[in-house]
């Protein structure tokens, strides 16, 4: 059972084969077992757990069942729930609790799922391999010398190792899909506005969008349907999108008419042979459910990198600034005065990447840099949002490796934060423009997952569902569980 | 040789909208610390800014007052310092793009009207409040008023004297209370004030300026400023030069202190601000806030001259607020005989009341329509302008109309031919030699007559009557 897919456990719910509290036993079993090893959760409040869980089976007793009735969710550490820690994964923010739900955390909360935990993360989301977490590092279960991917690592690796059935992520540059990839899970971005930021701990807010991270694209259609919608309390969240039948946009068997752009700045040297052999044959297995394969190209992918380690950590830089010892969070001990009370609880508080950010935002915001850095950075960011309008007007979705590499080996980067970024090459373009992205398991690279990310027009999620589950319909890897712990 | 002073001011403007600018916290004045205040203008983590859109529309409402351009798009910006009292470690501000830019307002000047440029108006935040003082080394840190909505106007450096930027001021705390965007109260930190000063030589280029900060009195302002003209003409007459800087006015003092040097100056980092989309109104939008516009100060001051026949005096005194505009055309519509008397009434004898007491024109214990009784019994000659003062007293702490107080008094006028005559008949009786005088060419003695009778009569007597009637019977 731990195992099971979200949609199959709610069916066995519905059918009343089993319990939420059942439910809730047997992932919190496992990750009393296996946590400690993995450490893909930072915070678990096991009683807690059970209690949601009866409130859902109580609640299930004398009302219809809501759409996640008893589900266990896990949640990634940077979303803020009135119950237990909000840490982001950082020791300035460690034991912080916020005084509020996130807009998603309520959603979730009114659609009955049971909300399991907080997961490892790279501290405030800046990281491709949650390795900058203040709470220690997160492994594989594919392979615990390796990384799970960042920065919502701990969500991907509690779901590859099923100590949760399915978890919240926030993606700003691949957070969901490049873990999501090296886990062997699947993982969706938003069309960014689609999902309330509020709530959420802002890492880059022109960039942040949450989404799920499950076993299937049907799992996480459920979640997302769940999670998205308007809410006026975040001016970025955009009222009156087209609405997707998130469901029905599963039930995609073929791809029969569909054009799928194969983007030649997708497939470069450097990249896994692996990654690229399972890439190539999950595409000849879409040209044999109908498709038509179109080589496009989105010309200004290269400078992409470049654009959002100047864009993002310049609204890093703004965005962390409220972490100053006056109100909340870590304050030096026996401060002399105001400067060294800043000075010292940042300096205390913040880890290294986080503190790389900050400088390189600060940085490029500054008077006299402004213009080469900032300016320039966005407007390469509207040379690659006009990149993909043109690829659309060729073809409906557009399809890529999630990661040039599998995963790599703890410590492999951590020194070279240069060869770090560009773990993020495939991803960071899709934030930039703003637009929707889902990574799903394609096969392995010497036994590693490989994802196979599907990338649409904004606000055309219905489209990406649709391939990756005709895919996941005709291909077995999610069926393939992590090997680890010999329970699987 | 003379010198040229240059002046250009930025005032900090406090919209008046019940809540405020990015979340739905009260802006009440004078609340417990801290107990106007929620998670998004805490800067708590996750919480997002969403505009007052009120607040917006009282920033168009200004604009078009000064015959500025409103920027159907508007962008919000971040300005990044460090500050205990500024929650999120930046002010969301606007930037490049503000709301408004380029308008005017005339000012009186001695040397007549003068036309002083805005350059723009843009929305901002407030912060809280740092308290040291009496605090034995620590800090408190109020912040209710962290998130305030504020318009910051900025002139163009058009002010060549104190007075000039003192006039400046006062038509602009005028125009925003007209306007109700503000209450503009000086001493609530709702109309602020910093000041651009530098001189130079005529005809030479602009001098370096110094920025004179939170100036929050017309007084101190002047003080300041002619402070900082001294001191700039000393220091470079001495051989000096003048530094860009920033300098504090000590009021209890009377001088200014320097804050801090340009090279101190804080790069404060702005960018776009990635929480809020850009700020949208159509044209549709702005012409019906500019349908909304109530009557300017001077467009009032005029039609009271022309409507009413007042004097640019008078017009002046009740149109300095809305208030008072309003209240002097409710007299006149309940006494509309008369809008000069209205006029005189009202400005001088109940402003002169009024301010003894410090009441405003809103609280006053004497409504229009009382006011207007009084006035219809000086017009039908019921009583003298002399007795009707005391009426109006009486009627400052007394709720009965004039003619209840009238009565009471006894004050009635006496206009009845018979009964003057009467009075004069004994006057005359009881002063040969002055008749006699009168009779002999000395005029000047009607004087002494008219005395007589109103002191005879206890002042009841018509005095126009009383003239009327001892020329006729003085002449025998
Ligand atoms: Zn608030």
């Not at chain 1, 300035?92 to 909300?115: F, Q, S, W």
């Not at chain 1, 900058?132 to 779901?159: E, Q």
């Not at chain 2, 005339?106 to 350059?119: A, S």
């Not at chain 2, 005989?337 to 209205?342: E, L, N, Q, S, V």
Request: hydrophobic share 40%; net charge negative; glycine share 8%.
């Amino acid at each position: 059972m731990p195992f099971s897919t979200l949609s199959e456990l709610k069916s066995r719910l519905d059918a009343g084969e089993t319990t939420a509290v059942e439910i809730a036993r047997i992932y919190l079993d496992r990750i009393a077992e296996f946590n400690e090893e993995l450490n893909a959760f930072v915070d678990i409040d096991p009683a807690h757990v059970l209690e949601q869980a009866q409130a859902s089976d109580a609640y299930r007793a004398s009302h219809e069942a809501r759409p996640l009735e008893g589900l266990p969710i896990a949640i990634k550490d940077i979303f803020c729930t009135q119950d237990g820690p909000t840490q982001c994964c950082s020791n300035i923010l460690k034991d912080y609790h916020a005084p509020y739900d996130a807009h998603v955390i309520t959603r979730l909360k009114e659609a009955g799922a049971v909300l399991v935990g907080k997961t490892n993360m790279d501290e405030f989301a800046m990281g491709s391999s949650t390795e900058t977490s203040a709470f220690g590092i997160c492994r594989n279960p594919w392979d615990t010398d390796r990384i799970p991917g960042g920065s919502s690592g701990g969500s991907a690796a509690a779901v590859a190792a099923a100590l949760a059935p399915a978890a919240l992520g926030t993606d700003t540059g691949g957070s969901i899909r490049q873990p999501a990839s090296v886990c062997g899970i699947t993982g969706l971005k938003p069309t960014y506005g689609r999902v309330s930021r509020r709530g959420i701990i802002a890492f880059a807010s022109s960039l942040d969008q949450a989404g799920p991270m499950t076993r299937t694209v049907k799992d996480a259609a459920m979640i997302t349907a769940a999670i998205s919608g308007h809410d006026a309390m975040d001016s970025t969240s955009v009222p009156n999108v087209p609405t997707v039948d998130w469901l029905a946009a599963c039930d995609q068997t073929d791809m029969k008419g569909l054009r799928i752009g194969k983007p030649k700045e997708y497939f470069v040297d450097g990249m896994d042979s692996g990654v690229r052999t399972a890439i190539d044959t999950a595409l000849s297995q879409c040209e044999a459910l109908g498709a038509e394969i179109i080589d496009i190209s989105l010309p200004h992918t290269d400078a992409a990198v470049a654009a959002y380690y100047v864009i993002a950590p310049s609204e890093a830089s703004a965005n962390l600034s409220r972490y100053d010892a006056v109100r909340f969070g870590h304050r030096c001990e026996n401060p002399e005065d105001l400067l060294d009370m800043y000075t010292r609880s940042r300096d205390e508080g913040f880890g290294a990447e986080v503190k790389r950010r900050i400088l390189t935002g600060t940085f490029a915001l500054s008077s006299g840099y402004y213009d080469a850095y900032y300016i320039k950075a966005q407007q390469v960011r509207t040379l690659i949002r006009q990149d993909f309008i043109n690829a659309f007007e060729q073809v409906d979705v557009i399809a890529t490796p999630t990661s040039p590499v599998t995963a790599f080996r703890l410590g492999e980067k951590t020194d070279d934060p240069l060869t770090m970024y560009l773990s993020d090459i495939f991803t960071i373009a899709l934030n930039l423009a703003g637009l929707p992205g889902i990574s799903q398991p394609c096969g392995f690279s010497d036994g590693l997952p490989v994802g196979l990310q599907w990338m649409a027009p904004a606000w055309r999620e219905d489209l990406i569902l649709g391939a990756a589950s005709a895919y996941e319909n005709a291909t077995d890897w999610v069926k393939e569980p992590a090997k680890f712990g010999g329970k699987a | 040789m003379s010198w040229e002073v240059v002046i250009g001011l930025e005032v900090h403007v406090q919209v008046n909208t019940k809540t405020k600018q990015f979340c739905g916290c009260s802006t009440e004045f004078g609340a417990e610390p801290n107990t106007q205040t929620c998670p998004v203008c805490l800067g708590m983590p996750g919480q997002l800014p969403v505009l007052n859109m009120e607040a917006a529309r009282k920033s168009v409402l200004t604009g078009l007052a000064i015959n500025a351009d409103i920027n159907l798009v508007s962008k919000f910006d971040r300005k990044n310092y460090f500050y205990p009292d500024l929650p999120k470690g930046y002010q969301i501000t606007q930037f490049p793009l503000p709301i408004v830019e380029g308008g005017y307002l005339d000012i009186p000047t001695k040397d007549g009207e003068k036309r002083i440029g805005i350059t723009r108006i843009h929305m901002e935040e407030d912060a809280g409040k740092s308290m040291h003082e009496g605090l034995d080394g620590v800090s408190h840190i109020d912040l209710n008023r962290s998130g305030v909505p504020l318009m910051e106007i900025v002139s163009e450096p058009d002010m060549a004297n104190a007075d000039e930027a003192i006039a400046y001021l006062k038509q602009l705390h005028q125009l925003v209370c007209f306007l109700d965007v503000s209450d503009a109260n000086m001493e609530k930190g709702q109309f602020r004030c910093d000041a651009n000063v530098s001189v130079r030589r005529p005809g030479e280029p602009l001098g370096t300026r110094a920025e004179l900060k939170n100036l929050n009195s017309f007084r101190f302002i002047k003080q300041a400023i002619e402070y900082e003209v001294n001191r700039q003409i000393e220091l470079i007459e001495d051989g000096g030069e003048v530094v860009q800087e920033t300098r504090l006015f000590d009021s209890a003092k009377g001088e200014s202190r320097s804050m801090r040097s340009k090279e101190e100056a804080h790069d404060y980092r702005y960018f776009p601000e990635p929480d809020l989309p850009p700020l949208r109104f159509t044209q549709e939008e702005v012409d019906a806030i500019r349908a909304g516009m109530p009557e300017l100060p001077g467009q009032l001051r005029k039609r009271f001259e022309t409507e009413y026949g007042l004097s640019p005096y008078d017009a002046d005194v009740l149109t300095q607020t809305r208030d008072l505009a309003t209240w002097y055309e409710s007299l006149v519509a309940a006494h509309p005989a008369d809008p000069k008397r209205c006029a005189n009434w009202m400005a001088n004898e109940l402003l002169g009341r009024l301010k003894e007491t410090g009441t405003d024109i809103s609280a006053s214990p004497v409504s229009p329509a009382r006011l207007a009784g009084l006035l219809e019994r000086i017009a039908d000659n019921t009583i003298s302008g002399k007795a009707a003062k005391d009426v109006l007293d009486a009627m400052m702490t007394s709720e009965d109309d004039a003619d209840a107080i009238i009565e009471a008094k006894g004050l009635k006028q006496v206009s009845d031919t018979g009964a003057i005559d009467a009075i004069i008949h004994e006057v005359m009786a009881a002063s040969p030699d002055q008749v006699a005088g009168y009779r002999a060419g000395k005029d000047k003695l009607l004087g002494f007559f008219v005395g007589q009778v109103m002191k005879a009569s206890r002042g009841k007597a018509n005095p126009g009557m009383v003239n009327q009637r001892l020329k006729e019977l003085l002449k025998g």
